[in-house]
Each structure stands twice: as C-alpha cells, then as structure tokens.
C-alpha cells in the first residue's frame, strides 16, 4: 500500500508477520470455539439422551451465528476498522462461551452458542483485511495462505482436545477450553494489531458509485465459484470417514488417520497455492487450475472406489481432499483485492456466507445420492461441481485491468 496516498491509522510500529501469527491464532481459536458442539455428539447422544438429530441441530449452532453476522461484521470493519472489531467479536464470543459453560437447558445452550458464532464471525472478514492491508501485493498469497490455514489447525486442535475432555461425562471443561483460547487471543490483538491505512476515499470523476458489485459481474462469479468449488470439499471432509470404514472396510483408526492427514496436508496445500499466486501474479489463474483437477481427483477417487482398490483410493482421496481446499485462499484474496480498501470487509462476508450456505446443503444431498447410488458415483457427480464452477472463473484479464484502473 503506498504512503504516499495512505493516513496514518495509529502511532503503534506495525508488525505484519507478527499481526499475520495473531490473525491466524484468533481465526484457529474461533475454529475450535465453533467445531467443539460437533465433536461433544458421542456425549450428547449417549448421557444426555439426545437423538442424533438434535445433537447435529446443537452442532449447527454456532454455524447459524456466523452465516447470520458475516456481512454485518464486514460492514463494521469496513467503518470502524479491523482491530476493534477483532476484540469486540472475541470478547463477545469469550462471553459467549462462558456462559454456555454454566447454563441449563439444551434450548439456553443453543441460544447461546448462535452468540458465540455471531462473535466468532468477526475474525473472518477483519482478520482477512489485517492481511490485506499489510502485506504487498507480491507476498500477499503466501500471507493469506497461511491465514487460511487456521481452520483445518482449529478443526486438528478441537478433535484432539474435546474428546478427552469431555471423558468425564461433562461438556465444561472443553467450552471453558475454547474460551480460554479466544479470551488469549483478543489480548493479543488487542497489543499487536494495527489497523491498515487506506487511501482516502475519493469521488469518481464520472460520478458513478464505487461499489464493487456496481462495477461488473467479477465478484458475484467470484463468490458463486467459490460455493461451488466448497461442495467438494465438505463432501471428503463428512463422508470421508464413513466411506473408509463402512464402503472400504477399513479400520476406524486407519480412516482417521487417512482423514487426519487429508486435513493437515490441505493446510500447506493452501499455503502453496498462495506462493504459487504470488509467482505467477494471479489469483484467477491458479483457482482455475485448482478447480480442473479437482475434477480429475474426484473421478480417479471414485473409479478407484468403485474397483475395491483402497489404498489406491486413499491415496486419490487424500490428494482430492487437497486439491478441493487449496481454493479457498486463492478466492478469498481475489474478493479482497477486486472489492478494495473501502469494501473488502463487506465483500468478505458475503463471501463466507455464501460458502456456508453452500456446504449446509452438501450433507443432506449428498448423503441421499449415496444412499442411493453409493460413495463413488455419489463422488463422480460431486465432480459436476468444479465442472461447473470451472467457466464461470473469470478471466485473469480482469486482474490486469483492475490494476491499470487502480
């Protein structure tokens, strides 16, 4: 960002990679916070006598927060800058959690878990604009690439830890866990983040509005590429598991660790295609790419399946499960980027939304394709998804001409 035509924010030295490691810290601990009610459902299922059902609806919670307060979060980061409201939805979500600790009642639970996914939503747009704003265009896919990773860190983190600590019978120690985590890191932000300068906004000599969405199609392909692209990835992500143990008859413990390692080698996938962008200057130009071999890994995952040949399968599994994660950073620094300095937080909810709207309908549809057809033709029709996503990924064109406007 030039300072020549930027105002200065605050009189703290900013530290972006030291702000980069807090941003990741705060998304990771909102990722366990809002992961946690889906690894209590043994608990809940089998000493609170709840159907699997009810518990999958309390697992939910949290989710519905976030989707509720995505775009409101962007719009106040927008106006009242990142590093208030990083503290202010982690404060809330600390809050939050604290209470669901101590209270009574599966309903009061609930209630109060949507709060806490209304406050843990502040990190995704806010700390998305922390990475923006800071690092330089050249290094800004590595920098969100591992900011991306923060949430297959916090899934890791929440799926080793909540299980032993609910093994006494009780959901507290694991909720006051997450609080812990989320209470540390809005002191963190709060020493270490400095808010980015913008350029002053400034009236367009045409008069025309500076709305992004205003301008041209780019960003709504942008955001319906990326609901597309996310219905791969939960697919692997919900079915892995029970494809490797029920459909290939392996062991639970060989599946996790096949599904384990899925999710960690997705975390550094999502950083390699972010210094790849870096390399080739382009963030639309890897998405496509990523989005073609998704369908190739889909289809060689499924006919593997279909042939009985698990380690072969696994092996194509884990290398779809990747592929299928590796958009995700791509995506989200093209909204930033294409949106601008005044409309990124806006833009980066409405993207998030968008993607979890598009994975609350993967489990329930895709679970009846494979009710009905089984686990690999349910992925070989899964693999429609980056098909279709695939021409709607604008042209690299686009990035050009919005730097020759800038």
Do not use: K
């Amino acid at each position: 960002m030039s300072t020549t035509t930027a105002r200065v924010t605050g009189t703290r030295t900013p530290r972006p990679w030291a702000m980069l490691a807090v941003s990741v810290i705060a998304q990771a601990s909102t990722t366990v916070v809002v992961s946690t009610p889906a690894f209590l459902i043994p608990l809940l299922h089998s000493e609170r006598g709840m159907t699997l059902a009810q518990a999958g609806l309390l697992a939910a919670a949290p989710n519905l927060g976030m989707v509720l307060a995505l775009v409101a979060w962007g719009a106040a980061t927008d106006r009242w800058g990142e590093r208030r409201m990083l503290v202010a939805g982690l404060v809330l979500t600390t809050v939050a959690v604290l209470v669901a600790s101590v209270v009574s009642g599966d309903t009061a639970l609930g209630l109060v878990l949507v709060v806490a996914g209304v406050g843990a939503a502040s990190t995704n747009a806010a700390s998305g604009r922390v990475v923006v704003g800071w690092f330089p265009r050249e290094r800004r896919g590595l920098a969100m690439g591992i900011r991306q990773s923060c949430q297959p860190i916090g899934v890791a983190v929440a799926a080793l830890v909540v299980p032993a600590l609910v093994a006494a019978g009780t959901i507290s120690p694991a909720l006051l866990f997450g609080a812990a985590l989320v209470g540390a890191s809005a002191v963190a932000c709060a020493v270490i983040i400095v808010d980015p300068a913008r350029p002053e906004r400034s009236q367009r000599a045409d008069g025309r509005s500076d709305n992004p969405y205003r301008r041209d199609g780019t960003l709504l392909r942008i955001h319906l590429v990326s609901i597309l692209l996310v219905v791969p990835q939960f697919t692997l992500s919900t079915f892995g598991l029970v494809w490797f143990v029920a459909g290939l008859h392996w062991s639970t413990l060989a599946a996790g660790l096949v599904v384990a390692a899925a999710q960690l080698l997705g975390a550094a996938g999502r950083i390699g295609t972010g210094i790849l962008s870096d390399r080739v200057g382009s963030r639309l130009r890897p998405l496509r790419w990523v989005a073609v071999a998704g369908i190739a890994a889909l289809l060689l995952t499924s006919a593997f399946g279909a042939l009985d040949l698990g380690v072969a399968a696994g092996i194509c599994y884990v290398i779809a499960s990747c592929i299928s994660v590796a958009d995700n950073g791509l995506a989200f620094t093209a909204v930033a980027e294409f949106a601008g300095p005044h409309w990124s937080g806006r833009a980066l909810g409405a993207q998030n939304t968008g993607q979890f709207l598009g994975a609350a309908v993967v489990a329930p549809t895709v679970g009846a394709l494979i009710g009905v057809l089984g686990y690999p033709a349910a992925f070989a029709i899964v693999a429609l998804a980056p098909a279709l996503a695939t021409p709607l990924i604008p042209s690299a064109r686009r990035e050009h001409e919005r730097d020759v406007a800038a």
